[in-house]
């Protein structure tokens, strides 16, 4: 029940559209049933023309009474046909049941496109929530989350609340309207005949409600198996050169099957228990039609004043048509339990914690004066400490470079003064204060990054260059572009700084990408960096240009610098040897070279991971 609750706060944003919804949907009840009823006169024209007198009820009217009203209206129909004869009759007959099928779907195409609004409308704000909170999670969250299951609550499990929606309303506003409609003008013909048909439906209720309930769980897993598949896929995309480079397609092909055959055998045992529920409330319903024609008939045949013959195959036509609604209000009902079971899974990012945030009393950033400072920083990842007390300063304008081993903790560092994510122990200080004190708007509009990873979105050069901007200045973008050695090769690209770079940068080269990272860098121009250099993997041609870009960008800047170059690192004011999440050696260059210790090993051996 409190899934139907969640869905249907969701649908409350659309108050109009949901109140012309309601309107349209009782207007639609009306009409279907003076369409359903019309067979009572259409019966009486045929087989029992002028066949009535004026009813007692009409000498001492009661105008509560149903019996009163039928009568009044077959008196009123029989004077018609006596006067002007059965085919005219007939032919005005035929013409209304035109014009209320005419009035009914257009009734219910407005009630549809009331719907329309609300369904997509809930799938967009659902939409658009959880994207600002799948962005706005720390990095540390997709660390444990894998990226392919994430996109997956984001489109089929949103999918799934849109169909919800649908039901949701089904329950609320449609079907039930037609049903009670419909019962309380089965209750004006035959109240004995209703009260007998309403015994069979808590019968009914029971044996849907048993398949809905063992649906949502089958439904909440088949959603995480097919998270599962997606991120295979995602996996295999992303790394598609590397499977083709070492054969590995067989092993992937063996992964994606069985993964494939889990969620095959999930979702078959799924919609086995789904498509149960429509025939089951069919059969039952039929069957209590069965019965009614035989208790029904029997008081026709029996010649009691109970139920006229015309009017009980307009009370039986009636009937059949609360089949519909029940059958949709049975569907309703699956519908919203696959959808609740999606809803728990995007919960599941909506409540995320958000680690990484300003505290209440955070304070601007307006300017960087001083410098920055690890005060016996620690930083521990599933329990496990990864970062062991480091302490360093890095002056304004000076440059700090980290070099080590892999796994050491060099990219932790930066990510840690980045503020990607918080330290364990310790604080992180800029020109005094900790870091976390500062706004986080303000921390990183002072900080530029070019990672190893060479990030391009599948956007223009331009866009690439002044992202985060909010008006792009075409000069400033020309000019960062120069200093980042990059004007040469956009300016022989089809449509220069409008030509757009593919999905992850792909239509670029290697170091194409880097040179544009570092535009974007300068064109922020921020007074602290934060460098993970990445020319190891460059050409020689390539290389030259990046440095040339690098140095370019630590002019007059204060640089954190993770090396992989010697030439990049030499000058530097201090180099700290990180190892093992602690600094080894300290000291610049030449200091740490006369040490003859990690430092100059990893010199000597030119290899800075």
Known sequence: MKKFWDIFRMVSKYKRNLYANVFFNLLNAVLSLFTFLSVVPFLRILFNPGGAKAPDALDNPDTKSGDYWYNYVSNQLDAYVLEHGQMQALMWMCIGIVVLALLKNIVGYLALYSLATIRTGVARDLRQKLYRRAVALPIGFYSDERKGDVISRMTNDLMEVEFSVIGTLEV??????????????????????????????????????????????AAKRGKDRLGDLISVIEESLTGLRIIKAFNGERKFHEKFDEVNEGYFQLMRKLYKREYLASPMSEFISLTVIAILLYVGGSLVLGDTDAISGD???????????????????????????????????INDIMNAEVTIKDKPDARPLQEFKEGIRFDNVRFAYKNEEVIRGISFELKKGQTVALVGPSGGGKSTLANLLGRFYDVSGGNILIDGTPLTDYKLED?????????QDSILF????????ALGAKAPDANMIVEAARVANAEEFVKELPGTYDFVVGDMGGKLSGGQKQRISIARAVYKNPPILILDEATSALDTKSEKLVQEAIFKLMKNRTSLVIAHRLSTIQNADLILVIKDGQIEERGTHQELMDKNGVYRSLVEMQQFD
């Open 458 to 465: 599948n956007d223009t050069i331009t866009a690439n260059i």
């Open 443 to 451: 921390v990183r509009a002072k900080m530029g990054m070019v990672t």
């Open 311 to 345: 009017l009980f195959i307009g009370y039986l036509v009636v009937f059949s048509q609360i089949i519909a609604p029940a059958k949709s209000f049975s569907d309703a009902i699956f519908k919203i339990n696959k959808g609740g079971a999606s809803i728990e899974r």
């Open 172 to 217: 609320l506003f449609k079907s039930p309207i037609m049903i009670l409609l419909s019962l309380a003008t089965l209750f004006s013909i035959s109240w004995r005949l209703t009260l007998f048909a309403l015994i069979f439906l808590p019968v009914s209720g029971f044996l849907i409600s048993r398949i809905a309930k063992s649906l949502k769980n």
